[in-house]
């Protein structure tokens, strides 16, 4: 960021005419410390890091690298532009240039990131070091290649998974030779996905094991709680943890925005959020500051850069912004990578795709459009901008949100709150049961297999009943289905649905399956790179939506349906006239519909009905149940139980490592299973992610900032800062702002009294039920 431009002038400048400032948190800056190289490395590794400008490491750089040299499992968890990576390219770099036949596997979440490190690394130029990328757009002739070849694989756990271990027998020189795993970004493996990424290690160590190898893991992690205690549940092994960070920092001056309000027919208004954080990237590129915004959604950053070129008009920087995101052709991310990372580009609205270490060194400031729902995800995307000498800027602006609206004014939940554990489970039955298929299929199980999951012993007798396994005298468990099974590590359904024009058939981009129901339904508007294309067809056999470019005056929003069944409780808190409960639901949702929205108004033009099969999720709920009799005067009970469900939706990420798309809800003014007025919230993930037992665990801070989220509102009725959701399936109505705040006053009141914990372990009689539709 240029001298005479200091952050404070900046801020200046983004001020509307209002202003929205309204926390401003200056981080100091840290001197470097430098340490003496490992005696271990050698003079060869030294010289050609000396003459890429690497002089000395950084005491963590050694500490982590010097753990793993020596065979212990090691996670390096400091923060951005810390150097990580250098912490696990030493033992690998070692091992090349001292000709041994040692070889290294390396895991990134995303492609891009593992392309990134492919070409840091071939800059190096390491004698001995042979690398190679295999992931899903890799030919086969390079994956043979770099099978027999190839001392230092990049890849990632989906590879992993679908190819290199159901055909690991073409892998056998690389497994039995496998000296180093390295784990990038291994925070990002939490919830769901946690549990099949830390599954798919666990085959993957058993396979070298197998072949005669004893691999040590490294992994690097943004700062994380108890770093060793995650990297040793997505292996199964005890680790090491580094984390002092004593690398330097400019410093950053980070500031808490609310967009400021308007009123409308006498009740105040937030202005967007979208809108607010476009403004603020064309003021920023406008004056030459590389900066990157961070956007929630695919469709929020497409929006974002096309109003930030919009508003440059005929200046040449709005040619410099453009849109990042998943869904993008390969060959297309890799030129906005690339344009990113050498300045041709100046503004970048972005997905959390940019929130991985991705190199774009030299970024002066970063937007955050909306709290992105976790601490550790806040401090790493902030962390993107100042890796220079010069002070940072970072901005996050409020979502019109009760979680935002709650942060903004209580800036210490954000920077005096430690960084969460994440939370993974691979114990989840949902998740273990497959993996157990996998392995058995790739390598007969044994009992010591079994021994260091929780409850896979269970499910893999379960798994024998259903004849998909077979238990030898000898104890070990065979695979005998007929067809390998298949498991996606993403939870996305077994394919993405391809985007083509109906015209040309040019591939646009892509969507997972499982969104594809709200994004690509027949007369969906769909974004990408600020141009809008309308969907012609959804075939969901073929995986293919077929779109035509158009600019409509008008958006699309879908609308659900949901039904909630209690299968079987685990514990409830009994509180007098109120009771907490947690236990296994199942929930059938179905978008039955889409309305076209006036832009900008958002006013309704129509509804058209939708022909589209329902999913059905069964996961793990919290909820919550008021006696009816208690609540004599409450007039609108459906619009208070509503309400209360939207704002307790958008506090649950203040308690769990979730944001609000991870979890879903309904409220129902006499449940069938609970015969009660009701609410509840569950996680959005097959056998749940434990998002629910910890709000069943914390509830009394759950339910108390979401009470005084609402009541610390300024408006009369409900907004989308208390109790509005974006993503209601019944359009936000009913609502009752005053309802909501007495349910949650009687709950916590009746949590002040005596509180009986009961476990249960019936399964309730399934019976029909008329729900208010839910929220997922």
Not at 126 to 150: K, S, Y
Not at 710 to 715: A, L, M, W
């Amino acid at each position: 960021m240029p001298t005479d431009r200091p952050t404070e002038q900046l801020l200046a400048a983004l001020e509307s005419e209002d202003g929205g400032l309204r926390h401003l948190r200056r981080l100091p800056a840290r001197r470097a410390v430098r340490a003496d190289w490992p005696e271990w490395v050698p003079a060869e590794v030294r010289d050609v890091l000396g003459d890429n400008g690497i002089t000395l490491p950084w005491p963590h750089q050694a500490e982590a690298a010097t753990h793993a040299f020596e065979g212990r499992d090691t996670v390096i968890a400091t923060g951005t532009a810390s150097g990580k990576s250098l912490a696990y390219l030493l033992p690998l770099l070692t091992e090349a240039a001292s000709g041994g036949e040692g070889r290294t596997l390396y895991l990134a979440p995303t492609k891009a990131l593992a392309a990134d490190q492919a070409r840091a690394v071939g800059e190096l130029a390491v004698p001995g070091l042979v690398p190679a990328i295999v992931d899903g757009d890799t030919p086969f002739e390079h994956r043979q290649w770099a099978q027999r070849f190839a001392n230092l694989v990049l890849s990632n756990p989906d590879l992993l998974h679908h190819s290199l271990l159901p055909r690991h027998r073409m892998w056998r020189s690389l497994l039995k030779n496998l000296k180093y795993v390295v784990v990038d970004e291994c925070h990002v493996y939490r919830g769901v996905f946690g549990a099949h990424v830390a599954l798919t290690l666990r085959r993957l160590l058993r396979l070298a094991e197998h072949y005669g190898a004893d691999p040590t893991v490294i992994a690097a992690s943004a700062t994380a709680a108890d770093p060793a205690a995650s990297l040793s549940v997505l292996t199964g092994r005890p680790a090491a943890a580094v984390t002092e960070d004593r690398s330097p920092h400019p410093g950053a001056t980070v500031g808490l925005w609310e967009p400021v309000a308007y009123e409308v027919d006498g009740e105040p208004r937030q202005a967007s959020t979208l809108s607010e954080t476009a403004r603020m990237l064309a003021q920023l590129v406008r004056r030459g500051v590389r900066t990157l915004a961070f956007v929630p959604s695919r469709r929020g950053a497409e929006i974002v850069a096309a109003e930030a070129r919009s508003r440059l008009g005929a200046d040449p920087a709005a040619g410099r912004i453009a849109a990042y995101r998943a869904g993008y052709l390969r060959e297309h991310r890799r030129d906005l990578e690339s344009d990113l990372r050498e300045g041709r580009l100046l503004g970048v609205a972005t997905t959390n795709a940019l929130e991985l270490g991705i190199d774009v060194t030299g970024l002066d400031a970063v937007l955050l459009c909306g709290y992105p729902g976790r601490l550790a995800s806040f401090w790493q995307q902030i962390g993107r901008a100042g890796r220079g000498d010069t002070e940072a800027l970072a901005v996050m602006l409020a979502k019109d949100d009760p979680l935002d609206t709650f942060l903004v004014h209580h800036p210490e939940a954000i920077f005096d709150r430690p960084v969460e554990a994440s939370v993974c489970d691979p114990s989840n039955p949902y998740v273990l049961a497959g993996h157990l298929c996998l392995a058995a299929e790739e390598l007969p199980l044994k009992e010591s297999d079994l021994a260091s999951i929780p409850g896979s012993r269970e499910v893999a007798e379960q798994l024998c009943e259903q004849r998909l396994l077979r238990r030898r005298p000898g104890g070990r468990y065979y695979w005998v289905g007929a067809e390998r099974p298949e498991v996606t590590l993403r939870g996305s359904g077994p394919m993405g649905v391809d985007i083509a024009e109906t015209s040309t058939g040019r591939l646009i981009g892509t969507v997972d399956a499982a969104a594809s129901h709200r994004l690509v339904h027949q007369g969906a508007l769909y974004l990408h790179q600020g141009e809008s294309y309308l969907v012609d067809d959804l075939d969901l056999e073929e995986g293919l939506a077929l779109v035509h470019a158009a600019k409509p005056p008008w958006t699309t929003t879908t609308q659900e349906i949901t039904h909630l069944e209690v299968l079987s409780m685990r514990e409830r808190l009994e509180m007098g006239e109120a009771a907490l409960s947690l236990g296994e639901v199942e929930v059938t949702s179905c978008v039955i519909s889409y309305q076209r929205r006036r832009l900008p108004s958002g006013e309704v033009i129509d509804t058209q009905s939708l022909d589209l099969p329902p999913q059905t999720l069964r996961t793990v709920a919290v909820w919550w149940t008021v006696d009816p009799e208690s609540l004599d005067g409450l007039k609108d009970l459906a619009g208070s139980l509503h309400a209360a469900e939207h704002a307790s939706i958008g506090l649950l990420p203040l308690v769990a490592t979730c944001d609000r798309w991870d979890i879903g809800g309904l409220s129902t003014a006499a449940h069938m299973d609970t015969e009660l007025p009701t609410v509840f919230v569950y996680d959005g993930h097959p056998g749940g992610a434990g998002f629910a037992e910890q709000a069943f665990r914390r509830w009394r801070e759950w339910l108390g900032a979401t009470r005084d989220a609402i009541t610390g509102c300024e408006c009369g009725t409900g907004c989308p800062s208390c109790i509005q959701s974006p993503k209601c399936g019944n359009g936000n109505e009913p609502l009752s702002k005053r309802g909501a705040v007495v349910l949650l006053d009687k709950v916590l009141k009746a949590g002040e009294g005596p509180v009986k914990t009961v476990a249960f372990a019936a399964e309730p009689e399934a019976k029909e039920d008329d729900l208010w539709p839910g929220d997922f």
